[in-house]
């Protein structure tokens, strides 16, 4: 199964713009669905962005319209683009991937789970 370290985090200024990287140990191009997910401390954990089954990025509420996910197929690489953080953007952001797969019988395509998970990469936003 594919393994998932992220890098990137740190520290960074209230309005300002952060990368989250996360490498996998294998192609996961339209054979994982890949998402972010984020934790802070004495909070529910929040699935930030993701890649649906068709490839489709679908970002929380929270982020919308200052987030971007990529994914370079090339070296194996997902990303968090974080523009515009705030405070609340304060967490340990995790990358996951489920797999994706194609049901014959249904002829589509689903994410399964169970996630798998990286370490994660803390992000603090500082005003």
């Known amino acids: 199964q594919v393994q998932l370290v992220e890098s990137g985090g740190g520290s960074v200024q209230s309005g300002g713009s952060l990368t989250l990287v996360c490498a996998a140990s294998q192609d996961t191009y339209n054979t994982y669905c890949m998402a972010w997910f984020r934790q802070a401390p004495g909070k529910e954990r929040e699935r930030v962005a993701e890649?649906?089954?068709?490839?489709?990025?679908l970002y929380a509420d929270s982020v919308q319209g200052r987030f971007t996910i990529s994914l370079y197929k090339a070296n194996y690489t997902f990303y968090l683009h974080m523009d515009s953080v705030q405070s609340e953007d304060t967490a340990m952001y995790y990358c996951?991937?489920?797999?994706?797969?194609?049901?014959?019988?249904?002829?589509?395509?689903?994410?399964?789970?169970?996630?798998?998970w990286g370490r994660g990469t803390q992000v603090t936003v500082s005003s």
């Open positions: 996951t991937a489920r797999v994706r797969e194609y049901n014959v019988y249904t002829r589509a395509y689903s994410c399964r789970e169970p996630n798998l």
């Open positions: 890649f649906d089954s068709l490839g489709a990025p």
